[in-house]
């Protein structure tokens, strides 16, 4: 009977924990505005003990998806703040973190993570092992390439579609192995059609190694079906396009409305100097992925000459390439702001930027400086004229002429700002004009008009004069 009621207990204990364990877990699932894939499902599974568990899980989901977004550097804010020493997910943080430095090209601390990870256990090495060989690639490292490339490819052949073409392709490459790259891109190109994405990545490998030309005489050979994929055709358009031949390239891709065939036709207008058509074809571009590196490049650079301000500022905001300085895109802005004549917005953006170089930025600054402060100067304010003054005389010394001439202007007149928005008819020298300033002049002496003799002076010193009459 004891037996029987010690074993009622435990069974109902033991559902009452099974329950708690299920509602805890449910969660650390149910996390508000985060969507899991299997993955990140499994790493919560990890993490189901304390509160601080579940907040470094969080920490973890949560740098996960900002990667994913391209917002780098929050995601390395929410890595920071899981602990190295305690947290039972340090060699995942390790891993994002390896992945945070490749994407911003620091390869030597992509490495530095991944050898503090723990990569004894095969799971481990699998899932890092591929991170570490683009590393040494992108460091030149051939040794290492060839030390790590055969447990690699062993671990990871299962989890890849195409015999690890790509990455043979890109090992033979590094390893400066010619016979196998020959080998692999002409005498083995007929086993590469057997599907569409073979045939892409074969496609793909010729373009990056700048083999185009060549492998256009092997096109033909693709079967028909081939021609079916929008994006094989993006490529082979791309290949003549590199090879110089635009007219096969449009003719590839002239039904296809997608970002990569709308880039390759704006760079045709844009080889035509067609720039509003090439203009049209980045703006298309952009509608399909605003944050096209592709496009931004060409379109924006477009906006500026077809004096489409607006739509440049709105090219500006969409940059997600974080290594660009930000200094630079900002001065940018500041020059489409004023072009669209929003002074107030570029003065803010301005004194943003000065504290950015720390007070000292580079001339094209300070000449921009020098016209806002003069536009918005126009009010009886020592402050701002003051402004306008300092702005004007840091330019002039960085050798600008139109700045230096403002100094001069400013000894003479109290409010220059003010006077240059008058409505009133004002006199103008005619015979000054920006042509006239860049003449170069011949120099004349001056000829001095003399009112008094020097003879007639020492003639007067010689002699004893008499003011008065004796």
């Given at each position: 009977m004891k037996t029987l009621c010690a074993l009622l207990f435990l069974s109902v204990f033991s559902g009452i924990s099974f329950a708690q364990t299920n509602e805890d877990e449910l969660k650390e699932i149910m996390l508000e505005g985060v969507e899991y894939s299997l993955d990140a499902a499994y790493e919560t599974g990890l993490i189901k003990d304390n509160n601080q568990k579940q907040v470094d899980l969080f920490n973890l989901q949560?740098?996960?998806?900002?990667?994913?977004?391209?917002?780098?550097?929050?995601?390395?804010?929410?890595?920071?703040?899981?602990?190295?020493?305690?947290?039972?997910?340090?060699?995942?943080?390790?891993?994002?973190?390896?992945?945070?430095?490749?994407?911003?090209?620091?390869?030597?601390?992509?490495?530095?993570?991944?050898?503090?990870?723990?990569?004894?256990?095969?799971?481990?090495?699998?899932?890092?092992?591929?991170?570490?060989?683009?590393?040494?690639?992108?460091?030149?490292d051939v040794e290492a390439i060839k030390r790590e490339r055969a447990p690699c490819q062993f671990y990871t052949a299962k989890y890849s579609k195409n015999d690890?073409?790509?990455?043979?392709?890109?090992?033979?490459?590094?390893?400066?192995?010619?016979?196998?790259?020959?080998?692999?891109?002409?005498?083995?190109?007929?086993?590469?059609?057997?599907?569409?994405?073979?045939?892409?990545l074969w496609l793909k490998t010729g373009l990056y190694l700048n083999k185009e030309k060549d492998l256009l005489n092997l096109i033909s050979t693709l079967p028909e079906s081939s021609y079916q994929s929008k994006r094989l055709r993006e490529i082979v358009a791309f290949m003549y396009l590199r090879s110089g031949d635009s007219k096969k390239a449009l003719a590839f891709i002239d039904d296809i409305d997608t970002a990569n065939a709308e880039n390759i036709k704006g760079n045709v207008n844009?080889?035509?100097?067609?720039?509003?058509?090439?203009f049209g074809h980045f703006r298309l571009a952009l509608q399909k992925k605003q944050d096209s590196a592709n496009s931004l490049e060409r379109a924006i650079p477009l906006a500026w000459l077809l004096n489409q301000w607006t739509d440049g500022l709105l090219m500006l905001n969409n940059?997600?390439?974080?290594?660009?300085?930000?200094?630079?895109?900002s001065a940018v802005k500041i020059a489409f702001l004023i072009?669209?004549?929003?002074?107030?917005?570029?003065?803010?953006?301005?004194?943003?930027?000065?504290?950015?170089?720390?007070?000292?930025?580079?001339?094209?600054?300070?000449?921009m400086d020098t016209y806002v402060n003069l536009i918005l100067g126009g009010n009886d304010n020592a402050h701002d004229k003051r402004k306008v003054e300092e702005s004007a005389e840091k330019s002039c010394k960085s050798f600008d002429g139109i700045s230096?001439?403002?100094?001069?202007?400013?000894?003479?007149?109290?409010?220059?700002?003010?006077?240059?928005?008058?409505?009133?008819?004002?006199?103008?020298?005619?015979?000054?004009?920006?042509?006239?300033?860049?003449?170069?002049?011949?120099?004349?002496p001056l000829i001095e008009t003399k009112t008094i003799d020097q003879a007639d002076i020492e003639e007067l010193d010689g002699e004893t004069i008499r003011l008065s009459p004796q």
């Open positions: 949560k740098a996960k998806f900002k990667m994913i977004s391209g917002d780098l550097k929050t995601a390395e804010y929410f890595l920071n703040r899981i602990s190295d020493k305690t947290s039972g997910v340090t060699g995942i943080k390790k891993r994002y973190l390896a992945v945070l430095h490749f994407i911003n090209g620091r390869f030597d601390k992509s490495l530095k993570e991944l050898n503090q990870s723990n990569m004894e256990s095969t799971t481990s090495f699998t899932q890092n092992c591929l991170l570490r060989l683009i590393n040494f690639m992108a460091v030149n690890q073409y790509w990455l043979n392709s890109m090992i033979q490459l590094k390893t400066q192995n010619s016979e196998a790259i020959r080998r692999s891109m002409y005498i083995d190109a007929q086993g590469t059609f057997s599907s569409d994405e073979m045939a892409r844009l080889a035509n100097k067609e720039y509003e058509l090439a940059i997600s390439n974080k290594s660009l300085d930000p200094r630079n895109a072009r669209e004549k929003k002074f107030t917005e570029a003065q803010k953006e301005l004194t943003l930027l000065k504290i950015a170089f720390k007070y000292n930025p580079p001339f094209e600054v300070n000449v230096c001439w403002l100094s001069l202007q400013y000894i003479q007149w109290g409010n220059l700002g003010k006077t240059i928005k008058r409505d009133e008819e004002i006199y103008t020298d005619k015979a000054m004009t920006v042509e006239s300033l860049k003449e170069k002049k011949g120099l004349e």
